[in-house]
C-alpha cells in the first residue's frame, strides 16, 4: 500500500480551511433550508465542492431535477429564500433554450458571521439530457480522492491567477487524470487542454 506523504503546514492549513468551509456551508444549508424548500417542487442534490471537501470560497452548488422545469414553481420557492433577513440578492436566468436547458438562480446570502455566501440553484428536469451526471461526478470524485490529491487540488485552486478563468473540474482532470500537482505545471497544462463547455471526464 502506498505511505500518503507528510503534509506540510500550508498543505494542512489549506485543507483545514476546505473542511471549515464546508462545515460553515452544511450549517448554512440547514439554517436556511436549502434542501426542504426546494424539496416542494423537486428532487435537490448537493454538487460541487461542497459535496466532496475542495472548497476555497463560501460558494454552495445545488441541482433540482423536478418534472419540468417550471419557472412560477421555482419563483414560489424563491420567494421564501427571499424573506429570509440574510438574503441580500436573488437572480434568475432562464436558460431552457441555451446549451444548459433549465432555470437558475443565484443567491446571495449573509450568515450570522457575516461571511456572504453565493447559492446557485439550477432547476432541470428529469429528462434533460445531463440529468443526474453531476451526482455520478460527484460520487466519482468521492471515491477518487486521496489526502495528496486533495493537497495537489487546494493548492492549484488557491493559486489560479484572477484573469485566468478555470472551470474548477479542469483542475480536477488534471490532478487525477494526468497527475498534475503544482499551479505551475496546471497553467501549463491549461493551455493544451482547453475548458470545453460541457465536460463528460469524470474520475
Known amino acids: 500500500m502506498k505511505k500518503e506523504p507528510k503534509a506540510s ?31 416542494q417542487v423537486g428532487k435537490p442534490i448537493l454538487v460541487g465542492s461542497v459535496r466532496f471537501g475542495l472548497m476555497t470560497t463560501p460558494n454552495i452548488d445545488l441541482e433540482i431535477y423536478a418534472e419540468r422545469s417550471d419557472i412560477k414553481a421555482g419563483f414560489e420557492v424563491i ?5 429570509l433577513p440574510g438574503v441580500k440578492k436573488v437572480r434568475y436566468s432562464n436558460e431552457l433554450k441555451t446549451i444548459h436547458e433549465g432555470l437558475y438562480w443565484r443567491i446571495d446570502y449573509v450568515d450570522e458571521k457575516s461571511v456572504a455566501w453565493s447559492i446557485d440553484n439550477w432547476m432541470l428536469s428529469h429528462y434533460h439530457p445531463h440529468a443526474g451526471v453531476a ?39 488534471a490532478v487525477l487524470r494526468d497527475g498534475i500537482e503544482t499551479s505551475y505545471e496546471f ?17
Request: hydrophobic share 40%; aromatic share 6%; charged share 35%.
Open 187 to 203: 497553467q501549463q497544462w491549461i493551455k493544451e487542454n482547453p475548458s470545453v463547455e460541457i465536460e463528460h471526464w469524470r474520475p
Open 79 to 83: 420567494q421564501k429564500f427571499a424573506l
Open 135 to 173: 451526482d455520478k461526478f460527484a460520487r466519482a470524485m468521492e471515491r477518487a480522492l486521496t489526502l495528496e490529491t486533495r493537497h495537489h487540488i487546494l493548492e492549484i485552486k488557491a493559486n489560479i491567477p484572477p484573469e485566468l478563468e478555470v472551470r474548477r473540474r479542469d483542475v480536477y482532470k
Open 9 to 39: 503546514s500550508m498543505e494542512k492549513a489549506r485543507l483545514e480551511k476546505a473542511e471549515e468551509l464546508q462545515r460553515q456551508a452544511l450549517g448554512v444549508i440547514e439554517e436556511i433550508g436549502l434542501l426542504t424548500k426546494w424539496e
